[in-house]
């Protein structure tokens, strides 16, 4: 990223500039690297859309628990068709659906 300070003939100030985009669909898999993308309220659209839970704790598994999970990072997710804005809801299982509402609850 740029970090210098500059002004266009606008008056805007550019404090920096993007080099790369990535998007993560599944939390703690590695993600995939984007031209563009929607930014909504929550992020980038489709970002950590998804997550892996474990059915019998209904707990979200992750890379920070390596032992248990093994090496999420040596998966990659992306998405085979854009998302649409308006379907960021969690789609799947149930589990995964109960964890979306106790996770916005939290938030």
């Given at each position: 990223m740029q970090t210098g300070?500059?002004?266009?003939?606008?008056?805007?100030?550019?404090?920096?500039?993007?080099?790369?985009?990535?998007?993560?669909?599944?939390?703690?898999?590695?993600?995939?690297?984007?031209?563009?993308?929607?930014?909504?309220?929550?992020?980038?659209?489709?970002?950590?859309?998804?997550?892996?839970?474990?059915?019998?704790t209904e707990k979200v598994g992750g890379a920070k628990n390596p032992r248990k999970w093994g090496s999420f990072f040596d998966f990659r997710a992306a998405y085979a068709e854009t998302p649409e804005n308006g379907c960021e809801d969690f789609a799947g299982s149930n589990h995964a659906s109960r964890w979306d509402r106790r996770h916005q609850r939290a938030s």
């Open positions: 300070a500059s002004s266009s003939p606008s008056g805007q100030v550019q404090v920096g500039s993007v080099v790369a985009l990535w998007r993560y669909p599944v939390k703690s898999m590695m993600g995939e690297e984007l031209n563009f993308s929607e930014v909504t309220g929550r992020g980038l659209l489709g970002d950590r859309q998804f997550a892996v839970v474990d059915r019998a």
